[in-house]
């Protein structure tokens, strides 16, 4: 089927590399942030999320980090896998808001 | 427990035709948000209902148009197709909507316009 991936930025990684995916947020009133992850064909994985409050939220090989004063939030994901090739998405919002999406980075990781 | 469903997975439609697009949500899940994705402008919010309200709506024409069932599954339609309609529309669910609990995504449905 046709790709998400296209026209977006890529980071290209070999595996076993650790990767870092990056994302300008918009709303500074915005408290809630979420990364998700979607590959070919499918709807986007929850993949960890974070509250304005903290600055850094780990995971299983995932760790969020956030910037408050640049609106600056980041992927870091630990020794990079083929089966994390993706495209993935920040999103931001709070309290009933709806989510708003970033444009996504293509993550391809090579063996 | 099932995940989020949306049905037909695949749809080619002519200008001009207009299409209704169904999507299931999780067992338990009130709040359902529908999503048009498209290469060029990525994930772009349609609207959210709840409880069988429209709640939250984005900055589509009004040839869009949803509604949601006393059960919670959403229908959205599309009238009046255009050739800029193509796209993935994904439906998300989740308890309450908004932040407070996590959106889940169903696989999408892949709409062609022709």
């Known amino acids: 089927g046709e790709s998400v991936g296209l026209h977006l930025p890529t980071l290209s990684v070999q595996e076993g590399d650790n990767s870092i995916i990056n994302c300008a947020y918009s709303n500074s009133a915005s408290d809630y942030f979420i990364w998700y992850k979607q590959e070919s064909g499918k709807g986007p994985q929850f993949i960890i999320d974070?509250?304005?409050?903290?600055d850094k939220r780990q995971g299983q090989r995932v760790t969020v980090l956030l910037n408050k004063t640049v609106k600056h939030l980041s992927l870091q994901i630990a020794a990079t896998q083929p089966g994390d090739s993706a495209v993935y998405f920040c999103?931001?919002?709070?309290?009933?808001?709806?989510?708003?999406f970033g444009k996504g980075t293509m993550l391809l990781v090579s063996p | 427990k099932a995940g989020v469903t949306q049905t037909p997975r695949y749809l080619i439609k002519t200008r001009g035709q207009q299409v209704t697009l169904s999507c299931s949500p999780i067992s338990g899940h009130r709040s359902v948000s529908w999503y048009q994705q498209t290469p060029g402008q990525g994930l772009q919010f349609l609207f959210e209902y709840f409880s069988e309200t429209q709640r939250n709506k984005g900055n589509f024409p009004g040839r869009f148009s949803g509604r949601q069932f006393s059960n919670s599954r959403s229908e959205m339609n599309v009238s009046t197709l255009e050739l800029g309609d193509s796209a993935l529309y994904l439906c998300?669910?989740?308890?309450?909507?908004?932040?407070?609990?996590?959106?889940?995504f169903g696989p999408g449905t892949r709409l062609t316009v022709t």
């Open positions: 974070i509250r304005s409050n903290m």
């Open positions: 999103a931001e919002g709070s309290g009933y808001s709806t989510l708003t």
């Open positions: 998300a669910s989740s308890r309450e909507g908004g932040t407070i609990y996590e959106q889940y």
